[in-house]
């Protein structure tokens, strides 16, 4: 079987058309359009482009925001102005005659580790992806969950510092992505810096500011986990996203710090692991929420 799997960010738009469970057969992607109309002619051409004379099955659609997954609405999204209460799958499926399936593009990227990537296996396991925000993804007893109003898994808005904190993109204050995300770890260093590349080099190097900054990301991490650990138990914790590649030191210290701080209980057996997929997550989990759609599997 044969599908399409898209990954729709604020800034990319990256597909793929996957046979099987993980094989990439081409891969197109593309800077994400201002508006929705403007985004759904280029998720078209996109698509258009990814069948190119294959039989296709049927299409998954990652969208970073509140999606609701059941009906293929895009509620809201932070990052993408003008994408609120459209129905995308109807859309989709209108222009296209295939049909269209859709989630969270960090849920997407979760499914994917779960079922080709880092957490293979697991039946129970929290996913989160600190970069310019931080995203979430929770599986319990093998079945992503959405929550009640589709925004569960929004691990990045756990309240650390809500009466001292950074104000956050939410509109609540001190939420753990305010402290440890990509711009707020650049931002606790109090220094010009374009990336957190160069909090690593520094680090590397020895200097005091970048190992304190290093350090207390960390530590607001792992209180993140810790809470998330001792709440679900999971089998497994997958960390990813441009944060934990650009500072691969800190998966040792969050180890390390969640050891201290969750219930000991809640640590045995308690992996915490690298996710094994990089950019291409969100549209490979789209691809495989598709295909599982599809095969009636979910
Ligand atoms: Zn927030």
């Given at each position: 079987?044969?599908?399409?799997?898209?990954?729709?960010?604020?800034?990319?738009?990256?597909?793929?058309?996957?046979?099987?469970e993980?094989?990439i057969?081409?891969?197109?992607?593309?800077?994400?359009p201002?508006?929705?109309?403007?985004?759904?002619?280029?998720l078209?051409?996109?698509?258009?482009?990814?069948?190119?004379?294959?039989?296709?099955?049927?299409?998954?659609?990652?969208?970073?925001?509140?999606?609701?997954?059941?009906?293929?609405?895009?509620?809201s999204?932070?990052?993408?102005?003008?994408?609120?209460?459209?129905?995308?799958?109807?859309?989709?499926?209108?222009?296209?005659?295939?049909?269209?399936?859709?989630?969270?593009?960090?849920?997407?990227?979760?499914?994917?580790?779960?079922?080709?990537?880092?957490?293979?296996?697991?039946k129970?396991?929290?996913?989160?992806?600190?970069?310019?925000?931080?995203g979430?993804?929770?599986?319990?007893?093998?079945?992503?969950?959405?929550?009640?109003?589709?925004?569960?898994?929004?691990?990045?808005?756990?309240?650390?510092?809500?009466?001292?904190?950074?104000?956050?993109?939410?509109g609540?204050s001190?939420?753990?992505?305010?402290?440890?995300?990509?711009?707020?770890?650049?931002?606790?260093?109090?220094?010009?810096?374009?990336?957190?590349d160069?909090?690593?080099?520094?680090?590397?190097?020895?200097?005091?500011?970048?190992?304190?900054?290093?350090?207390?990301?960390?530590?607001?991490?792992?209180q993140?986990?810790?809470i998330?650990?001792?709440?679900l138990?999971?089998e497994?914790?997958?960390?990813?996203?441009?944060?934990?590649e650009?500072?691969?030191k800190?998966?040792?210290?969050?180890?390390?710090?969640?050891?201290?701080?969750?219930?000991p209980?809640?640590?045995k057996?308690?992996?915490i692991?690298v996710?094994k997929?990089?950019?291409e997550?969100?549209?490979?989990?789209a691809?495989?929420?598709?295909?599982?759609?599809?095969?009636?599997?979910?």
């Amino acid at each position: 079987m044969k599908v399409i799997g898209i990954d729709v960010g604020g800034t990319k738009i990256y597909g793929g058309l996957v046979e099987g469970e993980n094989k990439i057969l081409r891969t197109k992607r593309g800077f994400t359009p201002a508006g929705f109309e403007e985004g759904v002619d280029f998720l078209s051409s996109l698509i258009k482009d990814l069948i190119e004379g294959e039989e296709i099955a049927g299409i998954g659609v990652g969208v970073a925001g509140f999606i609701n997954f059941a009906q293929g609405i895009v509620i809201s999204s932070p990052n993408l102005p003008g994408w609120s209460d459209v129905p995308l799958k109807r859309i989709l499926e209108e222009k296209t005659g295939l049909p269209i399936f859709m989630d969270n593009d960090v849920n997407c990227a979760t499914l994917a580790e779960l079922k080709i990537g880092v957490g293979i296996g697991k039946k129970d396991l929290v996913a989160i992806f600190p970069g310019t925000g931080i995203g979430g993804g929770i599986v319990i007893d093998g079945r992503l969950i959405h929550g009640a109003s589709f925004c569960g898994a929004e691990i990045g808005h756990i309240p650390i510092d809500p009466d001292g904190g950074p104000r956050c993109g939410c509109g609540r204050s001190g939420c753990l992505e305010t402290l440890c995300s990509g711009p707020a770890i650049i931002r606790s260093t109090k220094r010009p810096l374009n990336s957190v590349d160069e909090v690593h080099l520094a680090a590397e190097e020895g200097e005091e500011w970048a190992i304190a900054a290093l350090k207390r990301a960390a530590r607001y991490l792992s209180q993140g986990i810790a809470i998330m650990v001792n709440a679900l138990n999971p089998e497994m914790v997958v960390l990813g996203g441009g944060v934990i590649e650009a500072l691969p030191k800190m998966v040792d210290l969050v180890r390390r710090e969640v050891w201290s701080m969750a219930l000991p209980q809640a640590l045995k057996g308690l992996k915490i692991e690298v996710a094994k997929m990089h950019g291409e997550a969100g549209f490979m989990g789209a691809a495989l929420l598709a295909r599982e759609k599809i095969m009636g599997v979910s």
